[in-house]
């Protein structure tokens, strides 16, 4: 195991929450995530921006990622200091106090079969 | 918030508008999306040069993406100079006076069900 | 052929093995795929640790890949030190003696009709 | 229009051409596609070289892309020195004596519904 492995800040310039699901809730509704991982020996102290088309970004949003841990955090979940509006065009800025990986997936269930895309975020 | 997130030139080796849709419009209409995030204080003047398999390029097409904004914006809908045409194989190139981050998605909704796919443009 | 194409050390952050298939096994079971390329020519000694979110990580996974090799090695068939529990996040960090190229793929077969979704590794 | 975008050499670890089809040929015909964009002002001379699981890299495979254009390239199509087997993981090293931008994707309409994926390839 390594440490130091990633960025200290990222940004993802697609994002985009499905309005609607078409599925077994949770697994199959539609989502984003935000795949982070912190492989060093410290907590990560996460902050997250939302930048939209038509007014000023939105956050920090804080989330912390233990040390040697994962998270995949859901957009959708995302509500201090506002839920994320479906249906609404964003991007997103992530920002640790240490080095993490960020990848962006999408689970699209809106039709009666899901679509999926991923790729990492830029190491900004 | 951080400014001068990304690079002033990127490239996008695929592209191709599905000639057909199946679904509701305007959300599952096929379509591909250059999402352009410009995370600076400033606003970013963007230029996007449209590459074909078998005839010279096509633009400068112009695009303004405010300061501390996001903008979703679908190849389809691109006109000045001219429509891209579809079932067409292309590629893209992206300049902007600031530093962006873009992302290439496209929604295929050729079938019953839609298909999606993205990743990061190449920062060039 | 060249050499020396790649890097020692790769990670995803996203990582989940669907709970169920929909489709004809082998080629349509949904799995996850961690695609290697050993363009060298010396044998690779690779070394997988698989991050979660609620405890340490496990590994090292190992395995080898030929000189002049790919290996499109399934997170589902790992099982050394133990196997991956299906619907649980995961993320990876892949690390080689000689230089390797890094792609994740998922096949995701829940519903009647599959998705899928890839990316390059990120190159830490 | 600015020249030089891209490198030299490029690799994708992930390749598979699924054994068959569900759909109108041949836009909805199973397929993995090495989108390339030579935006330089001169032709680019391109070799690939085939990786597999069991054999030695097959190659040269050898493409040109004239100035200032895009090729999208299907695997399925190369048969010089040899057809790709379907059903059969394979990875690619692409090279060129310009630089150009390569990017990754597969169409699978294995199934009823297609499925998409994408990325760049790993400038190498």
Redesign the interface.
Known sequence: ??NA??RR?W??????L??WSN?PEP??ASHE?C???N?TDETAHVTL?I????R??V?PYEVEVAA?????LRFNELDDPEKIAK?T???S?I?SDVPI????????????????????????
């Open positions: 195991m390594k492995i990633g800040r940004a993802i310039a697609e994002g985009y499905p309005g599925g697994e199959l995530t795949c982070i991982l492989a921006w930048y939209y088309e038509d000023e970004p956050g040697r841990r994962t998270k995949h249906d065009p964003y991007a800025v920002e990986v960020v990848q962006h997936t999408r689970l699209d269930s809106r039709q009666a079969e899901n679509a999926l895309m991923t790729t990492m975020a830029f190491p900004a």
